[in-house]
């Protein structure tokens, strides 16, 4: 399905006027009829006109800028309107527009109660919340908009179940392949937005893990959902893409919103973080106490500031090693009697 602008359709205000012209002829004449002892060669033509010209009204379209409309002639495709304006149109034209009544959780589907009509709400299959509007505009809107859609809970590559969801910035370039190529073009957008994002999560770890390859090169990385959100979401949105472009949609951007470990393992994981950064921390404080002894027996040997065998020297590691690396503040024990 290839597109077709309409762009020479802009002279809805010089319809507008003819046919209010034609009205106010068509009433003199039927006022001049009656006067002239009710003539039906002028009665006639007048009344049929009054009666048929409201027809030239249906033709006239107001767009207003980032908006479109998809017509069709008796279900055939003729031509969209993508530019703001006032056009005159094939009054028998109809306004396509499948996704008109669809609401999801993003912009651009928020309608105020005091234009809209009755309200509905409800769950599809895939607990994605819908709210249907009835009556709404064919109009297909241009504007880039976002979609939130539900946190999803899926296996990280290492079977970690995870908590994630994204928000996705996109907005309709092809309103023919929108309206005609897809069925409901927002719900697909959805549909396939919740495929790309377990496809490309089942790539990752939640964290860094060894021996892991999210790159599909053969060789392990560092690749991570928490550490490499830029990559991972940049993969989304090439994935989303490339599903939807026979959708006539083009996706602008696609981010992480929300990460986290689903709740059955939230707890156990919390602890594995505060173990691992427990064992660095201890790791680090070893590495500067050993440093510590390390330079403190050098300067006493530089400057012969006392002479200790290796018994007492053993002693002293071990004392200074239990002050530094203690959880508590030491204790000191002065020794007021011989060192031997």
Partial sequence: MEEKILKKKKNGMTVLLLTICIYILAIASLIIGVKLDENPLIIAPSIAVLCLAWIFFCGLKVLKPQEALVLTLFGKYVGSLKEAGFYYVNPFCIAVNPAADTRLSQSGDVNSTKSAGALSVALNADGIQQINVSPTGKKMSLKIMTLNNNKQKINDCLGNPIEIGIAVTWRVIDTAKAAFNVDNYKEFLSLQCDAALRNIVRIYPYDVAP????????????????????VVANRIREEIQS??????????????TYLAYATEIAAVMLQRQQASAIIDARK???DGAVGMVEMALERLNEKNTVELDEERKAA??????????GNH??????????LY
């Fill in 211 to 230: 021996n892991v390859d999210t790159t599909g090169d053969g060789i392990a990385d560092e690749g991570s959902l928490r550490g490499s959100s830029d």
């Fill in 243 to 256: 599903k939807v472009t026979e959708a006539g949609i083009e996706i602008i951007e696609a981010r992480i």
């Fill in 284 to 286: 680090m404080i070893v």
């Fill in 316 to 325: 002293m590691v071990s004392n200074l090693l239990v002050v530094l690396c």
């Fill in 329 to 338: 503040d030491a204790q000191p024990v002065v020794n007021s009697g011989s």
